[in-house]
């Protein structure tokens, strides 16, 4: 459900949805209804930020898309087109050393859940990062001719990638940042695979003493992702178990707020 909400200085929207392969397990319509609505209320008379470094705090909704951008880079048809920033990476240190990255292909009920991959091959748990070192690559059976290594059981994509979750909630992770951007939409797709170089139009909610002070709005955040990766500070325990992709909130040490 999206909502538009309107005061006297403009109008803004904000969505939420529900989703799960048991219907015991979805929120009501008027649950979700109340989220879209609180979400789109609490964005109203948005303002802009000058142009700054700081802590950004990726709220778990949108966090996953970091997770989008890792696979991305490890996936067999980037690395033999030579064309990721994390070329040659395998069994170095690419997170920070708390950070632990894998796949759950058996989880029940789970939206990546499933026994084979979509050329046959059976899918089986495994880590690709542990102790933020880089385990493994995203090989289906022609990248992995194609680099001399066995396919992982990725034709079609990953199952169930988890990050690790820490203690603490969303609430516990603005009081630990205490100052800073908590980014709740993310605009644009200024990222690039072969760089790392990363830039996207961003809206959300300016920090401090830890706690929400004002929305922002037509704000950039920057930086390049190998520097982001190694510099996750936390991962909340809020996981989003609506897609593929299983995370909490993160928080990243520093980047560049771009504003007016």
């Not at 802009?48 to 700081?54: A, E, F, G, M, V």
């Not at 909704?61 to 970091?66: C, D, F, M, V």
């Not at 100052?179 to 605009?187: F, M």
């Amino acid at each position: 459900m999206s909502v538009i909400a309107e005061d006297k200085n403009g109008m803004q929207r904000d969505y939420w949805f529900t989703v799960a392969r048991d219907a015991k397990s979805l929120e009501s319509p008027e649950a979700v209804g109340r989220e879209a609505a609180q979400r789109s209320l609490r964005r109203l008379d948005s303002r802009k930020l000058s142009t700054r470094t700081c802590p950004v705090l990726y709220e778990a909704p949108i966090a996953s898309s970091l997770l989008s951008h890792f696979i991305g880079a490890v996936r067999g048809s980037s690395l033999y087109r030579q064309a990721s920033f994390l070329l040659d990476h395998l069994g170095k240190p690419i997170f920070a050393d708390f950070v632990r990255i894998h796949e759950q292909p058996h989880l029940k009920r789970a939206l990546g859940s499933t026994t084979f991959d979509s050329e046959g091959v059976a899918t089986k748990a495994r880590d690709i990062v542990r102790g933020g070192v880089l385990q493994g690559y995203v090989l289906d059976s022609y990248s992995a001719r194609k680099l001399k290594m066995t396919t992982t059981g990725n034709a079609g994509g990953v199952h169930n990638l988890t990050i690790d979750p820490g203690a603490d909630d969303l609430k516990a992770l603005l009081r630990r940042m205490h100052t800073g951007l908590l980014v709740t939409e993310l605009i644009g797709f200024g990222v690039n695979t072969v760089t790392g170089d990363y830039s996207r139009g961003a809206a959300g909610f300016w920090i401090e003493n830890g706690e929400i002070q004002y929305p922002v709005e037509e704000i950039t955040v920057a930086g390049n992702l190998k520097d982001m990766f190694r510099h996750i500070v936390a991962v909340g325990n809020d996981v989003d178990t609506r897609g593929n992709m299983r995370t909490g909130s993160i928080l990243i040490e520093n980047m560049t707020v771009a504003g007016s």
